[in-house]
């Protein structure tokens, strides 16, 4: 089976308790949690992260019996601002200590830019960038590896990491089981590679396979030469070849769903449960 679930922050609700009951109400088993897109109760800024909260959030979603599969913390680790990286690196580590306690099954990122706008530029493909990534992860990987959570690093073709073989090349040179990855197909693509998509996850899971630790999925379709993210079952994006992957290599693993809304969420679930069923 899938553990099939949603970013919180896409379920809409007035309190904590029932985002998560929301949650399960979908039929969601888990979920990415980012807490300031999530939470709308109470103050989100990092120095709420204590232990009581922790263990308040870890009490409600065990009550219903739901995952927290990501602990979202999508912080620039290859900014060159020092000032602002160093106020990165505290927030990844009091993350960790949070993920920790709640039992998250790890805190997830992406792979930034080397600027402080966290946008593309060319610069940010190049190997002095990658080196430069790995540097700045290396200790937040370290941190997590004494505190037994697990960092999860998303490929993203506008990012440092934007193939199978940088993430590759990233997991080689820290070389540490408490570092994995989120394997989201669609943000790999672009106009120009979109065709070959099942070409290009085919290449991921053969490099990065035994690594992938979660899956992000949504669908994609070409609108005026633009890619434009939609969710599963909406758009061009045949998830069979993935799918059975999924069920040879990788049963009960996390697939969190993007991309939707509350009116089309529990669509996108059964698209995936219907075809996960018929493989």
Not at 23 to 32: K, L, N, P, R, T
Not at 108 to 137: H, M, V, W
Not at 138 to 163: D, K, L, T
Not at 193 to 198: E, G, K, L, T, V
Request: aromatic content about 8%; some cysteine; overall charge negative.
């Amino acid at each position: 089976m899938l553990r099939i679930g949603i970013r919180a922050h896409d379920v809409k609700a007035d309190t904590f308790e029932g985002l998560v009951a929301e949650i399960a109400a979908e039929g969601m088993h888990c979920c990415q949690l980012a807490v300031p897109k999530a939470v709308k109760e109470f103050p989100t800024a990092k120095e709420v992260m204590t232990p009581g909260l922790a263990f308040y959030m870890k009490e409600v979603f065990a009550r219903y019996h739901v995952d927290v599969a990501v602990l979202g913390c999508y912080h620039n680790l290859a900014t060159p601002d020092e000032v602002q990286l160093k106020d990165t690196m505290d927030t990844y580590r009091r993350h960790i200590v949070f993920a920790s306690l709640l039992g998250a099954g790890m805190v997830g990122t992406e792979t930034g830019n080397c600027n402080t706008e966290y946008k593309p530029d060319e610069f940010s493909q190049t190997d002095e960038a990658l080196d430069i990534f790995i540097r700045n992860l290396r200790p937040v990987v370290e941190y997590a590896q004494n505190m037994g959570v697990i960092v999860g690093i998303e490929p993203v073709c506008r990012h440092i990491v934007s193939s199978a073989e940088r993430a590759r090349r990233v997991l080689d040179a820290i070389d540490s089981p408490n570092l994995q990855i989120i394997f989201d197909p669609v943000n790999l693509l672009n106009p120009e590679n979109c065709a070959d998509y099942q070409d290009i996850i085919r290449e991921f899971t053969e490099i990065l396979g035994p690594d992938i630790a979660v899956i992000h999925a949504k669908d994609f379709r070409l609108e005026d030469g633009r890619l434009i993210t939609c969710p599963c079952g909406m758009g061009s994006m045949d998830y069979t070849w993935l799918l059975t992957y999924l069920k040879q290599h990788k049963p009960h693993i996390h697939v969190l769903l993007e991309n939707t809304e509350p009116e089309n969420a529990l669509q996108a679930r059964q698209f995936m449960e219907d075809l996960y069923g018929r493989i």
